[in-house]
Every structure is written in structure tokens, then in C-alpha cells.
């Protein structure tokens, strides 16, 4: 298996710019979730999945944020317009009942906002 | 309210001595419990988990950790450690009614001392 697939592993971009990020889980798996890593804040979830419908967005900073599952393959997380203050590492990861809830993360995706 | 602490921000440790990191959870629910290791610039990898039955549970990387009911705890445990631990460890507890989400402690950075 390969994993949790995140792209890119890198962004740098300027305030006001769109950004997306993706999310490829681990076949098979029906919940996933996104994080945002900060040295300030550590590790916030901000939003997760089950079966592609949103549960819980109550961690999503502000309306700049949001996020879709359109299939069980691939998530988007897009900040739009982005600040400074976003910069971050975002991971995803995902997760089974099957596996008694263990989640299993991606590499991370270093946003960086200028 | 659940929560999940981990008391310590920063443990230094000798290269070769004995490692304990401590982890206490407040969960209403039978807790399941989690411990992951984040290397520099990687994601979170899953060191070891327990769902019932024994209460000492044996990891990768040569970690165990115990659970203790009536302390609320899940200690992390190491004998020997070695330079490549230097990292950071998180506690996370969920269970199976807990809609997949985990509560998730801060991390202890740990730091290895030639």
C-alpha cells in the first residue's frame, strides 16, 4: 500500500492567492482528516470525513477555508484568499472501524504564505 | 471534558539511558490509546497502541508503554535509547463510539545527549 498521498510537499505563495491542497487515502478506508500543524498551535484537526460527508468543520479557521471529498479516493483543502497566519504544515490522514480508529498520516504539506 | 495531557514540552535524555514519557487522559468512554512519533519534517508514524487485554503493550522501534485504568495513564516506556529517538510524541485517545476522531495531547519533544 502506498500510504496517504498528499500534494504538493511544498507551496509557497503570495497573500491573497488561492491555494489548494490535496489528499490521496489509503484504499479502503471511509473516514479522513484534515490537520494544521503550527509551532503556536501544534496540531488542530479541521475538518474530517466519513464516507465523503463532512462530520465535523467546527476546527476550520474562517470561511477562507474549505473542504471537499467528491469520491473516496482524493480531498481538497482549499484556502482562499490566504494569509500569512496560514502558513502551516497540513496533514491528512485517514482511517478505518476496521482498524479500530488508528489513523495513518501523510507526509504534510509545508504551506507557505508570504 | 476530554483531554488528553502530556505534561512534558521538552525531555532531555542521555544516548543509552532509560526514557519515560508520560501521558494522562480524562475520557469518558473505554479509551483507546495511541502513541505516534513525528521525526523532523515528517508526519505523524503510529509507535504503539492498546485496545484491551494486556496492559503492556510493545511497540516498533523497541517502545512500550503501559496502561494504567486507574491512573488514567499510558506511559511511554524505552529501556535504551538510542539518537535516531530524537523526535517528538504524541499521546491520542479515541474510542470506538468516538465518531474516528482522537483527542490528542501536545507532544513531548525529545532530545538526545551525546
Known amino acids: 500500500d502506498a500510504g496517504v498521498i498528499q500534494s504538493p510537499r511544498h507551496e509557497v505563495t503570495e497573500m491573497g492567492q488561492e491555494v489548494t491542497l490535496r489528499c490521496k487515502p489509503i484504499s479502503g478506508h471511509n473516514s479522513l482528516f484534515w490537520y494544521r500543524q503550527t509551532m503556536m498551535r501544534g496540531l488542530e484537526l479541521l475538518i474530517y470525513?466519513?464516507?465523503?460527508?463532512?462530520?465535523?468543520d467546527s476546527g476550520m479557521p474562517e470561511d477562507r477555508f474549505s473542504a471537499k471529498m467528491p469520491n473516496a479516493s482524493f480531498s481538497t483543502l482549499k484556502i482562499q484568499p490566504s494569509e500569512p497566519r496560514d502558513s502551516a504544515v497540513y496533514f491528512c490522514?485517514?482511517?478505518?472501524?476496521?482498524?479500530?480508529?488508528?489513523?495513518?498520516f501523510g507526509p504534510g504539506t509545508r504551506l507557505t504564505v508570504t | 471534558a476530554q483531554s488528553v495531557t502530556q505534561p512534558d514540552i521538552h525531555i532531555t535524555v542521555s544516548e543509552g539511558a532509560s526514557l519515560e514519557l508520560r501521558c494522562n487522559y480524562s475520557y469518558g468512554a473505554t479509551p483507546y490509546l495511541f502513541w505516534y512519533v513525528q521525526s523532523p519534517g515528517q508526519g505523524l508514524q503510529l509507535l504503539l497502541k492498546y485496545f484491551s487485554g494486556d496492559t503492556l503493550v510493545q511497540g516498533i522501534k523497541g517502545f512500550e508503554a503501559e496502561f494504567k485504568r486507574s491512573q488514567s495513564s499510558f506511559n511511554l516506556r524505552k529501556p535504551s535509547v538510542h539518537w535516531s529517538d530524537a523526535a517528538e510524541y504524541f499521546c491520542?485517545?479515541?474510542?470506538?463510539?468516538?465518531?474516528?476522531?482522537?483527542?490528542w495531547g501536545a507532544g513531548t519533544k525529545l532530545i538526545i545527549k551525546p
Open positions: 470525513f466519513n464516507n465523503n460527508v463532512p462530520i465535523d
Open positions: 490522514a485517514s482511517s478505518t472501524k476496521d482498524r479500530s480508529v488508528e489513523q495513518y
Open positions: 491520542a485517545v479515541g474510542s470506538w463510539d468516538s465518531n474516528y476522531q482522537l483527542i
